[in-house]
């Protein structure tokens, strides 16, 4: 009997857990914040986007799932080129004390810059592309923020090779290139990993940021418009998809690492 | 020329705040082709300094070493070297580690040629059946069988060997003494091992280096083993000499090996005397040491 219930633990108290919070939403609503829609109320304006997620209506009018879809290919190009630029960086810097000396201050003051401070330059830099300017200039602050953890973990994981395996290369006079393949990649993978995960959690929240400041077809976008439209019920819906999604590309993620931290 | 191995007044000094601090001085050995050397010296002397100098994992201060008639740099699949850790790349099986060597060593072999020497290593070292097996689910004395298949299977000039078994419980070190004795017997590689365990250098080596304390450590005295080959270990503890020359390594380490130079101690007022009668073990005990090493093959 306790058995069973262990096994379902998993289940039940999430579960409680969100009754709770969806107590206390409905409890602001009521007696708070009148402007804040009802829990029933928001399932009965988000019903349309949720029942039909992939319906196509209008190029702002769209099933939620579908405009999750376009936040998630805009996302995986943005994170492609973060990874592309992040993990040679890192290893860059896990290899070379003088390249660290020379671009780790950079590195530093430009983590910490906000999505929504680069937008703008993105925009500006890819001004002369013409109607592709906003999806480029999202590409750019989604690989730009989300590079950094990818960076800063493989340059750890570089750094924290064990002598020993270095030794095996040097002992078996292993050329530079089967070095990099055979050792020094595999001994990093899995620091690489958590860097991924991290990345992809930071690219997921910069996407919202760049649709809402750019009004292009997504998760974000729609919110920023239905925020304008004064129609609250539908941000909420949005919020709960946004989180949702994240949750799962997190999981995902952490799967992936879990393959790799055994090997 | 007879010598294979020359090391040259070997000296390694690293830098400190109060002037370099030498660690090894002027360290010559000479090894002949084919012949067992165990370094021995107590903790931190230097053992692992000399023989990481030959294997080229750091670099000397001054000195030469030539080996097979040519002078030594940097490293290289020409000496086989086992660590004390087995180093194994836990991304690859047994089979993956010793063929990333045997790629090295053996460039121009064919697929299967390598396959083949691979294959024969990890049997002889016992580990035919588990060759394809990770070293996250090898045991330690498993892993550091790997580590030996790996340095025999790059057929190298001379072996290097840093207290393979020091990591080891006392029962697979006995089992792998055995392992790595055998593998030698094969084809006689000039071996340099370092370890600190008398009755290992005398069961294995043809002559046992006694390294003096650092710092500026040297060679103290150097004794040659006449046990004929191949060895057993039952008859060995059998046979006085055996006891004469643990007593005298054991002296050597125990006494002398902190004052380099002096060679006699006079036995004075102010040093305990040396025993002059050889102490051996009670004949129950031999003949339990006698079967813990005969119960393995
Ligand atoms: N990188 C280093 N810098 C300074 N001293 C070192 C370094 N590596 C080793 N030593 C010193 O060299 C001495 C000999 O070390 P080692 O060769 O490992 O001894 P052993 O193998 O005989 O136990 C030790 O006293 C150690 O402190
Ligand atoms: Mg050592």
Same mark, same amino acid.
């Given at each position: 009997m306790r058995n069973i219930r262990s096994k379902l633990d998993w289940l039940l108290m999430p579960l409680v857990g969100f009754m709770i919070a969806v107590a206390v939403w409905e409890f602001v609503s009521v007696a708070l914040c009148k402007e804040l829609p009802s829990p029933a109320k928001t399932w009965s304006e988000s019903r349309d986007y949720v029942l039909k997620p992939f319906e196509k209506r209008g190029e702002m009018d769209q099933g939620i799932l579908r405009f999750t879809w376009y936040s998630l290919i805009l996302v995986a190009k943005g994170y492609a080129i973060a990874l592309a630029v992040g993990t040679p960086?890192?290893? %860059?810097?896990?290899?070379?004390?003088?390249?660290?000396?020379?671009?780790?201050?950079?590195?530093?003051?430009?983590? $910490?810059?906000? $999505?929504?401070?680069?937008?703008?330059? /993105?925009?500006?830099?890819?001004v002369g592309a013409g109607k592709q300017a906003s999806e480029l200039g999202a590409l750019f602050?989604?690989?730009?923020?989300? %590079?950094? $953890?990818?960076?800063?973990?493989?340059?750890? /994981? *570089?750094?924290?090779?064990?002598?020993?395996?270095?030794?095996?290369?040097?002992?078996?006079?292993?050329?530079?290139?089967?070095?990099?393949?055979?050792?020094?990649?595999?001994?990093?993978? $899995?620091?690489?990993?958590? /860097?991924?995960?991290?990345?992809? /959690?930071?690219?997921?929240?910069?996407? *919202?940021?760049?649709? %809402?400041?750019?009004?292009?077809?997504?998760?974000?976008?729609?919110?920023?418009?239905?925020?304008?439209a004064l129609n609250y019920a539908r941000i909420i819906l949005c919020i709960l998809t946004i989180g949702f999604v994240g949750f799962a590309l997190d999981r995902l993620m952490g799967c992936a690492e879990r393959c790799f931290k055994t090997a | 020329m007879s010598d294979y191995l020359i090391l040259d007044k070997v000296t390694k000094s690293y830098p400190s705040p109060r002037g370099p601090s030498i660690i090894v001085k002027d360290f010559n050995l000479r090894l002949r082709k084919g012949e067992f050397v165990c370094l021995i010296?107590?903790?931190?002397?230097g053992k692992s300094t000399v023989l990481s100098m030959v294997a080229g994992l750091s670099e000397m201060t001054e000195g030469g070493m030539i080996l097979a008639g040519r002078e030594l740099v940097g490293a290289g699949p020409d000496r086989g070297v086992v660590f004390q850790s087995p180093c194994l790349l836990p991304w690859l099986t047994a089979f993956g580690?010793?063929?990333?060597?045997?790629?090295?060593?053996?460039?121009?072999?064919?697929?299967?040629?390598?396959?083949?020497i691979v294959e024969y290593y990890l049997t002889m070292v016992g580990l035919g059946e588990s060759m394809h097996k990770y070293p996250g689910d090898l045991s330690q004395g498993m892993r550091q069988r790997v580590g030996i298949a790996r340095a025999f299977a790059l057929s190298p000039k001379m072996l290097l060997l840093d207290e393979p078994?020091?990591?080891?419980?006392?029962?697979?070190? @006995?089992?792998?003494?055995?392992? @790595?004795?055998? @593998?030698?017997?094969?084809?006689?590689?000039? &071996?340099?091992?370092?370890?600190?365990?008398?009755?290992? &250098?005398?069961?294995?080596?043809?002559?046992?280096?006694?390294?003096?304390d650092g710092p500026e450590a040297e060679v103290g005295e150097v004794l040659e083993i006449p046990f004929s080959r191949p060895r057993n270990r039952s008859a060995l503890l059998a046979d006085p000499e055996f006891y004469r020359l643990r007593e005298e390594l054991l002296t050597f380490l125990s006494d002398r090996a902190g004052r380099p130079g002096a060679r006699s101690p006079v036995a004075g007022l102010d040093s305990a005397p040396v025993p002059k009668t050889i102490p051996r073990p009670a004949a129950p005990a031999a003949k339990h040491r006698s079967q813990l090493a005969t119960t393995h093959p």
């Amino acid at each position: 009997m306790r058995n069973i219930r262990s096994k379902l633990d998993w289940l039940l108290m999430p579960l409680v857990g969100f009754m709770i919070a969806v107590a206390v939403w409905e409890f602001v609503s009521v007696a708070l914040c009148k402007e804040l829609p009802s829990p029933a109320k928001t399932w009965s304006e988000s019903r349309d986007y949720v029942l039909k997620p992939f319906e196509k209506r209008g190029e702002m009018d769209q099933g939620i799932l579908r405009f999750t879809w376009y936040s998630l290919i805009l996302v995986a190009k943005g994170y492609a080129i973060a990874l592309a630029v992040g993990t040679p960086l890192g290893f %860059m810097l896990g290899l070379s004390k003088t390249f660290t000396k020379i671009f780790d201050p950079i590195i530093q003051v430009l983590r $910490p810059v906000s $999505p929504l401070a680069w937008l703008p330059l /993105g925009l500006v830099l890819f001004v002369g592309a013409g109607k592709q300017a906003s999806e480029l200039g999202a590409l750019f602050t989604i690989a730009v923020c989300a %590079m950094w $953890p990818t960076v800063l973990n493989t340059a750890v /994981g *570089v750094r924290a090779i064990p002598q020993d395996y270095l030794n095996v290369a040097r002992v078996l006079k292993l050329s530079r290139s089967k070095t990099f393949v055979k050792v020094l990649i595999p001994a990093t993978l $899995p620091y690489m990993f958590t /860097g991924f995960r991290l990345s992809l /959690g930071i690219a997921w929240l910069v996407i *919202v940021a760049a649709e %809402m400041l750019t009004g292009r077809p997504g998760v974000g976008g729609f919110l920023w418009q239905e925020y304008n439209a004064l129609n609250y019920a539908r941000i909420i819906l949005c919020i709960l998809t946004i989180g949702f999604v994240g949750f799962a590309l997190d999981r995902l993620m952490g799967c992936a690492e879990r393959c790799f931290k055994t090997a | 020329m007879s010598d294979y191995l020359i090391l040259d007044k070997v000296t390694k000094s690293y830098p400190s705040p109060r002037g370099p601090s030498i660690i090894v001085k002027d360290f010559n050995l000479r090894l002949r082709k084919g012949e067992f050397v165990c370094l021995i010296g107590h903790s931190g002397c230097g053992k692992s300094t000399v023989l990481s100098m030959v294997a080229g994992l750091s670099e000397m201060t001054e000195g030469g070493m030539i080996l097979a008639g040519r002078e030594l740099v940097g490293a290289g699949p020409d000496r086989g070297v086992v660590f004390q850790s087995p180093c194994l790349l836990p991304w690859l099986t047994a089979f993956g580690n010793v063929m990333l060597g045997v790629e090295q060593a053996f460039y121009t072999a064919s697929k299967e040629e390598r396959t083949q020497i691979v294959e024969y290593y990890l049997t002889m070292v016992g580990l035919g059946e588990s060759m394809h097996k990770y070293p996250g689910d090898l045991s330690q004395g498993m892993r550091q069988r790997v580590g030996i298949a790996r340095a025999f299977a790059l057929s190298p000039k001379m072996l290097l060997l840093d207290e393979p078994f020091g990591m080891l419980d006392s029962l697979t070190r @006995l089992e792998l003494q055995e392992v @790595l004795l055998e @593998l030698w017997r094969k084809d006689r590689k000039t &071996a340099l091992m370092v370890t600190h365990d008398v009755d290992e &250098a005398l069961f294995l080596s043809d002559r046992v280096v006694c390294m003096t304390d650092g710092p500026e450590a040297e060679v103290g005295e150097v004794l040659e083993i006449p046990f004929s080959r191949p060895r057993n270990r039952s008859a060995l503890l059998a046979d006085p000499e055996f006891y004469r020359l643990r007593e005298e390594l054991l002296t050597f380490l125990s006494d002398r090996a902190g004052r380099p130079g002096a060679r006699s101690p006079v036995a004075g007022l102010d040093s305990a005397p040396v025993p002059k009668t050889i102490p051996r073990p009670a004949a129950p005990a031999a003949k339990h040491r006698s079967q813990l090493a005969t119960t393995h093959p």
